[in-house]
Every structure is written in C-alpha cells, then in structure tokens.
C-alpha cells in the first residue's frame, strides 16, 4: 500500500509540474501576442540618410544596425530617457526617439494611383529611385516625392519644380512657403471620401491662392478643390 501511495504522489507531482509549465508557457505566448498586438506603427525619419538601431535604450549599448529614412518598423514602448522600443530582424531593439515619426503621408510604392483631373484621367506608379526621390511615371511624365524628419516633398524634374507640401511635425495653424505660395494646415484629423474609398486622419491644407489639399496617412494626395470644385481627385488605388 505504501508503495502504491509513493507512486501515486510522483504521478501527481509530475502532473502538477505539467501544468505549472503548460501555465507558464500559456502566458508567454499571451504577453507576447499582446505586445505584439499593441504595437504600432512607425517611420524612421532622419535627413542623415541612416539611423543606428542599438541593443539597448541608450548610445552606450551595442549597435546591432542602421535603418534607412522612412523604412517603417514595429514600436513597442518610449522610454523616458529618450529612446524607442522597435522590432528589427524578429527581435527588440532601440532607436532614438527624436529619430522615428509616428506618421508617414508618403506615397505608397506598392500601389497604382489613378486620378482624375480636368475631365482627364491618369494613373501614377511607382517605377524606383531618382536620385534619393521616389519617382513616378504616368506613361512619359515623371514626378518624384520624398519625406524626411522635416516633411513631404513633390516634384517634377524635367520642369526643376519642387514644393514642400506638408511640413512636420504637423500642426494646425502651422504655416509656410514654397515657391512662393504660403500654405496652412488648416486640419489634421478629418475624414475624407472619394471614389477610392473612405480616408481617415487626413491632413488639409489650403494655399494663398485658394487650392485646399487633402492627404491621406500612407497614401499621400486624395483631393485638390479651389472655391469648392474639385480639381484632382484619387478616384482608384489598387496593387501593382
């Protein structure tokens, strides 16, 4: 009898260590895929060209990387001492706050952009880099964009014209000029549709000549009015 209450302890002991550790595993993976589904979305945003990712919140630690303007990474958490809690390469490692944009109204490379404009219709995509820019092509016209710590750019090469559309960090009221127009940001929360579908968080703009743009988070330009027409308007967005 005794033996067989030794043996019925050991069998319960290795069942509770069981579960003790099936329990411990459970909330592992929980905190993880809770930290992962809170995390964000950000975008490095430097005019340095790369930024050093670290092993640890701080210059001291141990560089383990360098991210590139605008690549965009998972954010976890902000320290107070300055530095950003991000995914790189299936681990955490840290960046410099002051480095990274919770934002980005830059084009997105791997769509095709169709407007209308003037009772025209054309349609932008992405065809690579031009020196440093993004550049666009609607069958022989080109335009490039880019965006830095500072804000979003658009341009058109062949005619040397280049605006700042958006400057950051954005602002109501905020104010600038670029070829000389002034523009206003006038709004940083609306919502906006077109036939391309329903946007959030649009930023409107309004120049001294009287044209308002609105651009879209990770889309860019929805819609030019001037005096309430519509100029240019997004009217498809679709994958390349």
């Known amino acids: 009898m005794q033996g067989g209450f030794i043996l019925s302890n ?12 099936v329990i411990i595993a459970t909330l592992q993976f929980s905190t993880l895929t809770s930290a992962a589904a809170t995390s ?10 790369t930024v050093t990712v670290k092993s640890g919140p701080g210059a001291s630690y141990k560089t383990v990387g ?18 950003t ?24 490379k791997k769509k095709a952009y169709t407007y ?19 550049q666009w092509i609607d069958n022989d016209d080109i335009s490039v964009a880019r965006e830095d710590s500072k804000g979003l750019y658009f341009g058109w090469p062949d005619d040397r014209e280049y605006l700042t559309n958006l400057v950051y960090p954005l602002k109501v009221g905020k104010e600038w000029v670029t070829s000389d127009i002034t523009y206003k940001i006038i ?23 009287g044209f308002i743009d609105y ?26």
């Open 10 to 21: 050991k069998i319960l002991i290795k069942g509770l260590v069981s579960l003790v550790f």
């Open 40 to 49: 964000k979305v950000g975008w490095i945003s430097t005019s340095n060209g």
């Open 116 to 134: 209308k404009s003037g009772g025209v219709i054309f349609t932008l995509k992405y065809q690579g880099k031009y020196f440093g820019w993004d």
């Open 66 to 83: 360098f991210l590139k303007n605008n690549a965009s990474v998972s954010v976890y958490s902000h320290t107070k001492n300055g530095w």
């Open 187 to 209: 709004s940083i929360d609306g919502t906006l549709k077109t036939p391309a579908g329903t946007f959030e968080n649009v930023v409107t703009t309004k120049s001294s000549y």
């Open 215 to 240: 651009y879209a988070p990770n889309v860019g330009s929805i819609k030019v009015t001037l005096e309430g027409k519509t100029i240019s308007e997004l009217i498809r967005l679709d994958n390349k």
């Open 85 to 108: 809690e991000i995914g790189y390469k299936s681990k955490r490692a840290y960046v410099a706050t002051q480095s990274l944009r919770m934002y980005s109204y830059l084009m997105d």
